[in-house]
């Protein structure tokens, strides 16, 4: 038996942190997998791999990489290419003031990206205008057990005491194996010259985005090793590389949790995470 959820928002108006997450506000009914549209089941397994995808900063095929990130915005925990998942994504749908197919498409997939970038501070921000770069005089370095190979990392003094209490809830969630070398940060805040620098000598830029607009600038965004496809980087664009890390069993449980810590993911990239709950309110 699997769950979906429906919204009882109206219940949690007091509940500052459980606002990051969708799940935080939900409220778990019990439905199967198979209740619901057949022929949109069919179709979602079909465009999962196949529907051109412009939401992000290059072109895409399929939205499996963001299955994951979708089920829990609309509330599932159905596989996408079922009957229930097509209920949850005509609920989510009609919820949203767009077609209640119970399909993907290119409008629905957009208004899901836009969902979560307003979950993300620096996005919204950034649309307008760039934010300040953080004071590094001001950050705090990460331990070495924290820091992925030996690096410096340095955060926002809130960022960080939001990551080591999630990084202890994975670890009694028994999600880091010993030595695992598994949810150490690999990059937190950069410099902004040093970062468009990098970007640039590795060809990384994100159509310049990166190299004028960095959420690490801020001091607010963490890499986390996750894990990687065999052969790849930890920050490997390749999609490849993200469909694997969809599809941990940690990153799942970041898509669960973390908002509880105030932590949201840029959904293109499953490593990439933003303490969105500054406790000064500076984003
Ligand atoms: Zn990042």
Same mark, same amino acid.
């Given at each position: 038996?699997?769950?979906?959820? *429906?919204?009882?928002?109206? =219940?949690?108006? @007091?509940?500052?942190?459980?606002?990051?997450?969708?799940?935080?506000?939900?409220?778990?009914? #019990?439905?199967?997998?198979?209740?619901?549209?057949?022929? @949109?089941?069919?179709?979602?397994?079909?465009?999962?791999?196949?529907?051109?995808?412009?939401?992000?900063?290059?072109?895409?095929?399929?939205?499996? =990489?963001?299955?994951?990130?979708?089920?829990?915005?609309?509330?599932?925990?159905?596989?996408?290419?079922?009957?229930?998942?097509?209920?949850?994504?005509?609920?989510?749908?009609?919820?949203?003031?767009?077609?209640?197919?119970?399909?993907?498409? +290119?409008?629905?997939?957009?208004?899901?990206?836009?969902?979560?970038?307003?979950?993300?501070?620096?996005?919204?921000?950034?649309?307008?205008?760039?934010?300040?770069?953080?004071?590094?005089?001001?950050? =705090?370095?990460?331990?070495?057990?924290?820091?992925?190979?030996?690096?410096?990392?340095?955060?926002?003094?809130?960022?960080?005491? @939001? *990551?080591?209490?999630? #990084?202890?809830?994975?670890?009694?969630?028994?999600?880091?194996?010993?030595?695992?070398?598994?949810?150490?940060?690999?990059?937190?805040?950069?410099?902004?010259?040093? +970062?468009?620098?990098?970007?640039?000598?590795?060809?990384?830029?994100?159509?310049?985005?990166?190299?004028?607009?960095?959420?690490?600038?801020?001091?607010?965004?963490?890499?986390?090793?996750?894990?990687?496809?065999?052969? *790849?980087?930890?920050?490997?664009?390749? +999609?490849?590389?993200?469909?694997?890390?969809?599809?941990?069993?940690?990153?799942?449980?970041?898509?669960?949790?973390?908002?509880?810590?105030?932590? =949201?993911?840029?959904?293109?990239?499953?490593?990439?995470?933003?303490?969105?709950?500054?406790?000064?309110?500076?984003?």
């Amino acid at each position: 038996m699997q769950l979906r959820r *429906f919204d009882v928002s109206i =219940v949690c108006l @007091a509940c500052v942190v459980c606002c990051f997450t969708a799940a935080g506000m939900r409220a778990a009914v #019990a439905a199967p997998c198979s209740a619901g549209p057949q022929a @949109a089941a069919a179709e979602n397994a079909r465009t999962l791999t196949s529907m051109p995808i412009t939401a992000f900063h290059r072109p895409e095929t399929g939205w499996a =990489v963001y299955e994951t990130m979708i089920a829990h915005e609309i509330g599932t925990e159905c596989p996408a290419n079922t009957p229930g998942f097509a209920a949850a994504l005509a609920h989510w749908q009609g919820a949203n003031h767009l077609g209640a197919s119970g399909t993907m498409d +290119d409008s629905t997939f957009k208004a899901l990206k836009l969902a979560w970038d307003r979950r993300r501070p620096w996005a919204m921000i950034s649309r307008h205008q760039c934010p300040d770069a953080a004071d590094e005089h001001a950050l =705090v370095r990460a331990g070495p057990a924290e820091s992925y190979d030996g690096k410096t990392i340095l955060l926002r003094t809130d960022a960080l005491a @939001a *990551f080591r209490r999630m #990084a202890d809830a994975a670890q009694r969630a028994g999600l880091i194996p010993p030595k695992s070398g598994l949810f150490v940060i690999f990059s937190g805040y950069r410099g902004v010259d040093a +970062d468009a620098a990098r970007c640039a000598k590795e060809n990384n830029c994100q159509s310049g985005a990166r190299a004028t607009c960095s959420a690490h600038r801020t001091g607010l965004a963490l890499d986390i090793n996750l894990g990687a496809a065999p052969g *790849f980087r930890l920050d490997s664009s390749a +999609d490849q590389n993200r469909l694997f890390l969809s599809r941990t069993k940690l990153y799942r449980w970041m898509v669960k949790n973390a908002g509880r810590f105030g932590f =949201v993911n840029y959904a293109f990239e499953p490593w990439h995470w933003e303490f969105a709950a500054a406790s000064d309110g500076r984003k």
